[in-house]
């Protein structure tokens, strides 16, 4: 039985977008049980605009990895299935995030939940929301829902299903 409830969110800009996603919630079962998927949204790129734009969502996944080792395996994910991100926020064929990991606040070196900017990003919260809008940011103690209608910018600007990802 699979313990923690986590968060992740999942975006790509290069390629077939829904495939490499696809692909990277495949990998992510062998560490857990996915139980819910967001629907996707495509957004005009954050940070570096001269880009392709996002496709974004994100997963409700339950594991027994710890956060840094589930850190690590994401990467060796996004390694293995080539993120090919060279530039910050620049383009990636597949970026994966831990957004949530629990209720835990969790910061150091290397790792930082819930991510530092993902109440700023509706790209972010929009899928989370679809599969729990009532989920409570654990720092900022204020609901998902809440928090899109909060936000000052959106850049979403489509909804696909998330029958694909399945």
Known sequence: ????K???ALGSNIGDKVFNIKQ???????YGQVVNYGDIYISKPYGFKNQ???FNTAILFFTNLQPIELMKKLSLIEI????????????????MDIIFYG???????????PHPRAHLRD????????IDSNFIHPTKKISIRNLISQ?????TFRKLSNRNLR
């Open 1 to 4: 039985m699979y313990q923690t």
């Open 6 to 8: 986590v968060f992740i």
């Open 24 to 30: 990277s919630i495949h990998e992510i079962k062998k």
């Open 52 to 54: 392709q734009n996002f």
């Open 80 to 95: 293995k299935l080539k993120k090919n991100k060279k530039i910050e926020n620049g383009p990636r064929k597949i970026d």
């Open 103 to 113: 209720k835990q606040n969790i910061s150091n070196k290397k790792l930082t939940i």
């Open 123 to 130: 790209f972010v919260l929009r899928p989370i929301a679809d």
């Open 151 to 155: 936000l000052d910018e959106n850049f």
